[in-house]
């Protein structure tokens, strides 16, 4: 059962364009999502949040989305750069059984190639 | 900058070894916990740890697994029987507090290959 949706594997876009990846979610009971980068051998990098009661948080190149109605969130980075080149995953959070855990629900990620 | 460690980089072992995956999670953080990626597969939740004991755990965090915070600053997950389907990079993780505003650090990760 994925909880968290990253539909798209793979993406290429072209150095100085925009780079949108997309994510959905079913478990009504998130209520924080983040994006993770992460480069082969390494483990994933925090990027960027956002809370449920927002629909917009902006980071420099890096600007996420939220349409709670939708479950639909989406990452963007503008201008993509070359060393942006990476996996980026989509992750939730929720308050699951009021214990004080903050466990994140991956998706799958996206394999994001910046073409120079 | 201020960073989750783990050791061994690379572990390899034989079915039905127990191994154990170490970690120094970031100083002032709180939480901590261990997730794991299947090659080609997601990064999935084991376990979270807070004030000495589990908070939480997942369907894979069975019997075999085990947690240990056995002083100030390492954290460990201990493996007991290894099994064929335990190969995977495992990551640990640390966060200040446990809902918004913190986020978890990732470590590099442990690439365990059971053979």
């Known amino acids: 059962d994925q909880q968290v949706k990253q539909n798209s594997p793979s993406l290429s876009v072209q150095e100085g364009r925009i780079s949108i990846l997309n994510c959905d979610y079913t478990?009504?009971?998130?209520?924080?999502f983040l994006w993770y980068k992460k480069y082969p051998a390494e483990g994933p990098t925090f990027l960027i949040s956002?809370?449920?009661?927002?629909d917009k948080n902006e980071d420099g190149r890096f600007t996420v989305f939220l349409n709670k109605s939708a479950k639909h969130l989406s990452l963007h980075i503008v201008p993509s750069q070359p060393g942006d080149s990476a996996v980026y995953f989509c992750?939730?959070?929720?308050?699951?059984?009021?214990?004080?855990?903050?466990?994140?629900?991956f998706g799958k990620g996206t394999k994001l190639s910046v073409i120079p | 900058e201020p960073e989750v460690t783990q050791t061994p980089s690379h572990q390899v072992t034989q079915m039905g070894q127990e191994v154990i995956l170490r970690c120094v999670p970031i100083?002032?953080?709180?939480?901590f916990y261990w997730y794991r990626q299947i090659l080609g597969q997601k990064v999935e939740f084991l376990v979270s740890?807070?004030?000495?004991?589990?908070?939480?755990k997942s369907e894979i965090f069975d019997d075999q697994f085990s947690v240990e915070r056995p002083d100030g600053s390492n954290f460990t997950l201990k493996i007991r029987s290894t099994k064929l389907e335990d190969s995977a990079m495992y990551f640990c993780?640390?966060?200040?507090?446990?809902?918004?505003?913190?986020?978890?650090?990732f470590g590099q990760g442990t690439r365990l290959t059971v053979v």
């Open positions: 956002i809370s449920s009661i927002k």
């Open positions: 100083s002032n953080h709180l939480y």
């Open positions: 478990n009504s009971m998130f209520d924080y």
């Open positions: 740890f807070y004030n000495n004991e589990i908070s939480e």
């Open positions: 993780a640390s966060s200040e507090g446990d809902r918004l505003n913190t986020e978890a650090f």
């Open positions: 992750a939730a959070s929720g308050w699951y059984s009021g214990a004080g855990s903050y466990q994140l629900t």
